[in-house]
Structures are given as C-alpha cells and as structure tokens.
C-alpha cells in the first residue's frame, strides 16, 4: 500500500482531505460531505473505491462497482472501513450481513483482540446492527467456552469490588470478634456476596435505557450519529484505516476487555455482553453461596474472652473452661508477694530500741517509735496492694461472666438470624437467575 500511495502524493492528499471530512460529517449529522469527491482511484489501494462505496450507500445508490472493486483489492479492511463508517453515522442497518463476519474475522483466547475487533464489539453492543449485531457478537464470544478457562475469583472481584474482609451481622454487633470465626463468618459472608452480585447484576440488566441514550445514543432505530461516545475506538480505527492516524495503542486480551466491562462505572452496554459471558460462573457462584448461607452454626465455639479461651455451649460456657479462665485471672492478678521482712525487722528494731531507752539512754525510745511507724506503714501497705489486687481479680471475673452470658446471648441471636439470612439468600440468588436469563437486551 505504502508504494501505491508514495506513488501519487496528490491524489492521496485529496483522498484523505475528503476522507476527513467524511468522518466528521458521518459523526456529525450521519451524512456525507455536500462538495463531490474531487480525488482519483489509486490503483492497488482499497480505501478510494470503499468510500465511494460509502457515499454510495449514504446517497442511496447501488454502490456494487465500487465495492467490488474495494473487496478485490482488501474485502476485510472494505468491510471492517463500511461496517464502522455506518455504524458512526447512525447507518448500522445498511450494512450487508456478509460485511460484520469478515470483518470481524476470529477471536482467540490466545491472540489479544484487536482494535477493529474492539470498535465492532462496541458498536454491536450499543444496537449499531441492531439485535442481529449483539447476537453476533454473543456468539462469538460462545464459541470460545471463556467461563471454563476463567478465573472465578477475578469475575467476582470485576464485577462487585471492595469486597469487606470481615461481615458483621446484626446479631454479632456488640461481638465483632464473634464474627471473624470462620463457622460463623461464611455463612454471613456469603449471604452478603449474593446479595452484592444482585445488586450488581440488576444494575446491568435494569437501568433504564434513556438513561443510556445521553450519552451512548448511538441506536440502530433513530439512526442518531455517534455524537458522544464513551469510547473513541470505532472513530480511532476509521482514521487509522484512512491513514489519517499514527500508530494504534496496545491491544488488550479478550478475558481483559470483558474483565474491564464487568467493573463499575464501566459502558453499560457491553457490561451486558460480559455478564452474559460471565453468566455460567455466576450461576454456580449463586448456587454455592446459597448453599453456604444454609450452614447450621455450630454447637459449641471456641472464643477469646479478656485474653483467656472459652468454649461457648448453647446453655451457657463450659464449666471447665470457665474454670481454666477464673484461674488463670486469679494468678495473673494476684501476684506471688515475698513477706514483708522489712516490716518486721522495722517493727523487731523498735523493740530493741524502747529496750535500751529504758536501760541505756531515753532518746532511744524516739527512734524506735519512728522506726515501728515505719514498719506500720509498710504493712499497711502491702495489705491496700492485696486489697487492690483482690478488687481487680473481682472486677474481671465479673466481666469474664458478663462477656461469657452476653457472647452466648449473641449466638441465640445469630441462631435465630440464620432462617431469615438462608431465606433471603434464596431470594437473591433465584432473583439473580432471573436477572441472567434476561441476557443482553436489544437496543
């Protein structure tokens, strides 16, 4: 093509001005140029005669000289140039349905889809051809089997993200702790997961589609041009076939796009398209989670309770495990103390001391007062640190006693929540069914 066009730089000059204009005005108002293309054929090269074969097919002509001879020298880049072209001006009707298989061509989990793959991808999902397009496309995308080479965990993070590490239910509030257990977290784990992926999938499948036409109002039945496209891809593509363009941008892989399409704030248009993709994983996804949410708590739990192991038991906490932690805060709080030998040595020197007052010399008698004082005080003391140490080890039973009753209260709580989660649960994930079997709505 390179030589063709280096060949005869006037008349490439004249057809990419006039292919310029064309594109503008197709995205525009969806028409051709008034001014009649004043370029000249470029023998070898496919884009003279496929936009003649454009402004043909716009002007209601029969455009069968010119496409012929666009098709013989490239039948894909003609029909990929035509397919896109009257997608953009509002035209997707127009095309001839031969036009969307070759240009499309195949699609390879192994080989990342191109950019002309990408542009008819989005220009089908937004109703550009009309049902017949999406369903195109859907069945390309069915014949690769994607849900069975695909990472669960992936679909799952696109299409709800910022997943909470932890769920609390309502009955473990004043017990967060109570909830990290993993008998007690899954089922509520799950409960919330299933009814994350339903919100999420009614999102995709419900919103309105006035609300899409603002901004996507590109739709086969008003034949409205792309004025506003989310995405340039579709005019990025036309320009570069044009040679009105610098090189294209990196190209992403199939599981990629429709990872990305999943994700929130993401086109809502070709969301539908991956959900329909996604749609096996997530219906067995429901059907595991569902089952989850069923699962009857335990009879018995292992806690930590202020530091020390209970087992919790439906009437109450186990007595030896009680007993273990009773203990264990007796020793932690009451501290081994060594006698008071200094106390007594004090109180033993006063006695001495009062002696020799008496027999020796009376000042005497002051310094044993003193030093028996002294000795009281340690006593005294070391009977407040005993005090203190006794009211300590009350105070944590108590509240050992108070945590225990109040976390087996919390768990008759739960208990009596599970009917209602498991309940719920199969609201959602039979609503979510629901929702997938809708499919891709046409525009």
Known sequence: MATELSASPPATTELHRYTEALLANLAANGTAPSMTPAFQDIPGFWLPPAVQALVTILTGDDPLEPLTTAANRDQRNTALFLCLALAVA????????????????????????????RALWLAAARGAYGPAGKIFVLRKLDALAIPTQADTAQW??????????????????????LAEIPELARPAQAAARLSRL????????MTRQAEHDSRTPLTNSAATPATAWAEEEPLAVLRSLAGLAGPSGPMGSLIGHLLDDLRPGSDPYLAAIALHVAAPILREVAAELEADTQLTPPDSITVPVLGHRLVLLPEGPDPESMAAAERAIIIDGIPERRPPWLAYLLIALCVVLVAGAIVVWWPLAVLGVASAGLGAWRLWELQQARRSDEAYVETRLAE????????????????????????????????????????????
């Open 90 to 117: 509002g035209h997707g009707d127009r095309i001839h349905a031969s036009w969307l298989g070759t240009a499309f061509g195949e699609l390879s989990m192994d080989h990342p889809v191109n950019h002309g793959q």
């Open 400 to 443: 050992l006693k108070d945590l225990a009753d109040g976390a087996i209260w919390a768990l008759h709580a739960y208990a009596r929540e599970a009917d209602d989660r498991a309940k719920q649960a199969a609201e959602d994930s039979a609503g979510l069914i629901r929702l997938l079997r809708r499919g891709p709505r046409a525009a």
């Open 198 to 205: 339903r919100a999420r999938c009614a999102e995709i499948t």
């Open 156 to 177: 799952l993070q696109a299409l709800a993200p910022g997943e909470p590490s932890v769920v609390v239910p309502a009955a473990l509030v004043d017990f967060p702790e």
